[in-house]
């Protein structure tokens, strides 16, 4: 499975930007797409998740302001940045898990396939 993030940019504070991941490659029947992210000297975090199933999981930093959806025809999972802070900085990476059971979806430790990332970068 090959994974390719891209939508990364320069962003004002309060604005939005959006993210896509294209996934390639073979596939299974139930797997999640993730997005997570570093910020400058921060450990990779959670942001969002969403199963084939239409299961969705975010991060409580981003509840009310991010949205993720996918296009299965597509392969493709989009991640909706609105209302941007500069605690958003950083490098957003997606990933793919197979067979990840709903209690690990947030760790990152699930996830087998990373794409290389994109930066996004919010200024105040």
């Known amino acids: 499975v090959q994974l390719q993030a891209y939508g990364g940019g320069l962003v004002q504070a309060g604005g939005s930007l959006r993210l896509s991941c294209s996934v390639s490659?073979?596939?299974?029947?139930?797997?999640?797409v993730g997005w997570f992210r570093q910020g400058p000297e921060k450990e990779r975090e959670f942001v969002a998740t969403?199963?084939?199933?239409?299961?969705?999981l975010y991060a409580d930093s981003v509840k009310g302001r991010f949205t993720i959806s996918r296009d299965n025809a597509k392969s493709t999972v989009f991640l909706q940045m609105n209302t941007m802070t500069s605690e958003d900085t950083g490098i957003y990476y997606c990933?793919?898990?197979?067979?990840?059971?709903?209690?690990?979806?947030?760790?990152?430790?699930?996830?087998?396939?990373w794409g290389q990332g994109t930066l996004v970068t919010v200024s105040s």
């Open positions: 990933a793919a898990g197979l067979n990840v059971i709903t209690s690990t979806l947030g760790n990152r430790q699930a996830y087998t396939y």
């Open positions: 969403i199963r084939r199933n239409g299961a969705i």
């Open positions: 490659g073979h596939t299974y029947n139930n797997y999640a």
